[in-house]
């Protein structure tokens, strides 16, 4: 095969389509599968050989698969060849569009015996230019709106950067995660940001419903020595230090005090699946697993909490010692933990805060394509090109002629208007 067909096969509607019909089917089987987890979590879920064909395919994290950069990457060399290879037979159709028409081109219009061609130029708001035809003729012509004839090659050139621009984000996007509550400071993994939550609000409705959580976050560059401060609601990021601060979720932390023979030994707040280990007999841990604002125990599922306001509170909290578990139980209010000579005490309960955080350096590349692309779809939509010329006969009266390479039912009835304008 030449390379002339290769190229015409790749820049074709149907390997586009295939490529299409590809990717939506990968997507769709990736979207029945949690993404991010590990081979022992799918084989639990699933079974070995599911959780096998999982992590061999990478539909544990589909974005960022062999498979789906490499058909995003076909897709996008689909693109790019099709509006190089139409670009050439584009530009000699705008050429075409702005030059003299000859006599033999095909008209989708034409009104004989018009008196005064020049009313209908008028009409359609043209200048029109004085020329000569083949056969010696006097004629008049100009077009109009050949912007118009760009709409599909524009789109095409924005999808491709939205396609691209999406792509390359997923590539070399950096995300994080960081939780915890007001007046904590944490690290942004190895960006060299350091994250302080200065506080967090939980705003609810009249019916004690949320609508709205608000983290106040203050962000040190350690790099530049720079300060930022923005607030994050769900659904509206912050963005600081070129990086989007997003309010993902929030949970339940509690202060966890241990003293040692009725001792001060250690305290360290701890959000909901965070563990302590006792300072001196590290093989002791005490794992933090819920707390219930309204607990009540209900027959058949376990704990769960009426409503979210602090009526009834109780912890849920595991034991564990040389990674084997000693125990699970509730606290309830003021209860107290004993093992052997320790006491852990669990109290100040209060939400805390989830933030994701990310950035990605190419979504300018898709914001430029999402536009692009509008602009393109405006052009195809929006813009008619259209083009008249007026050809004197022997006679002494003009016939006049129209074309539209689209919308020519509506572009008929506007000539034909002009054209009687013109034989008035």
């Not at 302080?196 to 705003?203: C, G, H, K």
């Not at 000579?341 to 300018?364: A, G, H, M, N, R």
Request: glycine share 8%; with cysteine; proline share 4%.
């Amino acid at each position: 095969m030449s390379l002339k067909k290769i190229g015409k096969f790749l820049s074709s509607m149907q390997f586009a389509i295939l490529l299409l019909i590809i990717l939506a089917t990968a997507c769709s089987v990736a979207s029945f599968v949690t993404q991010g987890q590990s081979y022992s979590w799918y084989a639990q879920h699933y079974s070995e050989r599911t959780a096998a064909l999982i992590i061999a395919f990478h539909l544990d994290d589909a974005f960022h698969s062999w498979w789906f950069l490499l058909i995003t990457g076909f897709l996008c060399l689909n693109l790019l060849f099709c509006n190089i290879f139409r670009l050439p037979q584009l530009l000699q159709r705008v050429n075409a569009h702005s030059s003299p028409p000859r006599l033999s081109q095909n008209a989708s219009c034409l009104e004989p015996n018009v008196s005064d061609p020049y009313a209908v130029f008028r009409h359609l708001r043209l200048s029109p230019i004085d020329g000569t035809s083949e056969d010696g003729r006097q004629i008049l012509y100009a077009s109009k709106n050949s912007l118009g004839l760009w709409g599909a090659w524009v789109c095409h050139l924005g999808i491709l950067f939205l396609i691209a621009g999406f792509s390359l984000g997923q590539i070399t996007q950096q995300q994080e995660t960081v939780y915890g509550i007001p007046g904590q400071s944490k690290p942004v993994g190895d960006s060299g940001l350091i994250l302080t939550i200065d506080d967090f609000r939980v705003e609810l409705r009249d019916d004690d419903t949320v609508e709205q959580y608000t983290a106040d976050l203050t962000v040190h560059d350690t790099k530049s020595g720079g300060l930022q401060s923005a607030s994050a609601s769900v659904n509206y990021p912050a963005t600081l230090f070129g990086w989007k601060f997003y309010q993902n979720s929030t949970g339940w932390a509690e202060l966890v005090t241990v003293t040692e023979n009725g001792e001060f030994l250690q305290n360290e707040v701890l959000c909901a699946g965070e563990y302590l280990r006792i300072s001196d007999k590290p093989d002791l841990v005490i794992y933090f697993n819920a707390f219930y604002p309204d607990y009540v125990l209900i027959p058949g599922i376990g704990p769960q909490t009426l409503s979210g306001q602090i009526n009834n509170p109780a912890t849920l909290y595991s034991v564990y010692y040389q990674e084997q578990i000693l125990g699970m139980n509730v606290l309830m209010d003021n209860e107290e933990l004993t093992i052997d000579e320790y006491t852990v005490v669990f109290s100040e309960p209060q939400p805390y805060t989830l933030i994701q955080v990310k950035k990605d350096s190419f979504t300018w590349l898709a914001f430029l394509g999402g536009i692009v692309t509008m602009l393109g779809l405006v052009l195809a939509f929006y813009i008619q090109p259209f083009r008249v010329w007026a050809v004197k006969e022997d006679s002494g009266m003009w016939t006049v002629y129209g074309s539209s390479p689209k919308g020519g039912l509506l572009f008929k009835e506007k000539f034909e208007r002009a054209a009687q304008s013109g034989s008035s």
